[in-house]
């Protein structure tokens, strides 16, 4: 139970149904180490939270209020009362922090895949690019040695045999 309940539940757990509680009062019997200001901020707070659970009946010269419970702080108790209000705050947090952990995970390997395709992307390039020079450079050497014949629409092979031309250029030498 945390302070604000503890504040709560002692306001209620007195046997005078209309009591009516200062900050000092609430002060001294619950955390008498704590000074007026701790105790002003405390009760400010569940105020603050939470108005239907106290009604301010009048302002004193010391600057504090006087107090009075209402009838709804006991079913508010029963329900887990700021004790579960700061629990389901923790959790909502917790869930909060983390998706963002996991969404941060996910832009990083987003990041990842973007330069990885890049790398990839970049060598598919230069592939692509020799590549082309290659077939450019078959094509050129295709029409460089193949000859179409006039009088038909085929191609043939121009053949040079360097095998039969060295023959021919060694019979002649023999023969001088």
Do not use: C
């Not at 149904?17 to 955390?31: D, T």
């Not at 050129?140 to 009088?151: A, K, N, Y």
């Not at 060694?170 to 001088?176: A, E, P, V």
Request: charged share 30%.
């Amino acid at each position: 139970m945390n302070e604000k309940d503890l504040v709560l539940k002692t306001m209620i757990s007195h046997p005078e149904k209309n009591a009516h509680f200062s900050y000092e009062s609430l002060r001294k019997h619950l955390f008498p180490e704590w000074n007026f200001d701790e105790m002003k901020f405390l009760i400010d707070s569940i105020v603050s939270e939470k108005p239907e659970l106290l009604k301010v009946i009048e302002y004193t010269l010391e600057g504090g209020s006087l107090l009075q419970p209402s009838g709804l702080i006991t079913n508010f108790l029963k329900n887990g009362g700021f004790t579960k209000i700061e629990k389901d705050r923790e959790i909502e947090l917790i869930k909060k922090l983390t998706r963002e952990e996991k969404e941060n995970k996910l832009l990083d390997l987003d990041l990842q895949l973007r330069k990885f395709e890049s790398k990839i992307g970049k060598k598919l390039i230069i592939f692509a690019a020799i590549i082309s020079l290659l077939s450019f450079v078959i094509t050129v050497l295709t029409l460089e040695f193949w000859q179409t014949d006039g009088s038909k629409n085929e191609q043939k092979n121009r053949v040079e045999n360097p095998l039969l031309n060295k023959k021919e250029g060694i019979q002649k030498d023999s023969l001088n």
